[in-house]
C-alpha cells in the first residue's frame, strides 16, 4: 500500500528529546521534499520543518530552528525530526507530508496519519 506512516512520538518531560520518522511504502520518498507539520486543538497545522529531496536544503519554524532537526535516508525510505530540548508548547500531532517535487513548497497533499508528541512535567 502507498503509504506514510509516523512513529517516535510519545511522553516526555520538558527538556527531553525524541527522534520521530516518517517510513514510506509503496513509492520511493527520495523523489520528494519532505515536511514534517504539526496541530493540536483549535489551530491549524503549521510547519515545522521540510527537506529537499537531496537533502541540499532544510527549513525550519522559528521556535525549532536551533532544536530541531530533519534528516533524510533514502537508503531506508524514511525522514526523521530529531527534536531536542522539547518544550510543552510542542506537545502536538506531528505529521509528515511530501508536496509534489523535490522542493520545499507546493501543495503537500499526502500525509500521514500522525503521532502524538506530549511534553509535561
Known amino acids: 500500500q502507498v503509504q506514510l506512516v509516523e512513529s517516535g512520538g510519545g511522553l516526555v518531560q520538558p527538556g527531553g528529546s525524541l527522534r520521530l520518522s516518517c517510513e514510506a511504502s509503496?513509492?520511493?520518498?527520495?523523489?520528494?521534499?519532505v515536511g514534517w507539520f504539526r496541530r493540536d486543538p483549535g489551530r491549524e497545522y503549521e510547519g515545522v520543518a521540510c527537506?529537499?529531496?537531496?537533502?541540499?536544503?532544510?527549513y525550519y519554524e522559528d521556535t525549532a530552528k536551533g532544536r530541531f532537526t530533519i534528516i533524510r535516508d533514502n537508503a531506508k525510505n524514511t525522514v526523521f525530526l530529531q527534536m531536542n530540548n522539547l518544550e510543552p508548547e510542542d506537545t502536538a500531532i506531528y505529521s509528515c507530508?511530501?508536496?509534489?517535487?523535490?522542493?520545499?513548497?507546493?501543495?503537500?497533499?499526502?500525509w500521514g496519519q500522525g503521532t502524538q508528541v506530549t511534553v509535561s512535567s
Open positions: 507530508a511530501h508536496p509534489p517535487g523535490g522542493t520545499c513548497r507546493g501543495d503537500f497533499g499526502f
Open positions: 509503496g513509492f520511493t520518498l527520495d523523489y520528494y521534499a
Open positions: 527537506i529537499s529531496s537531496d537533502g541540499s536544503s532544510t
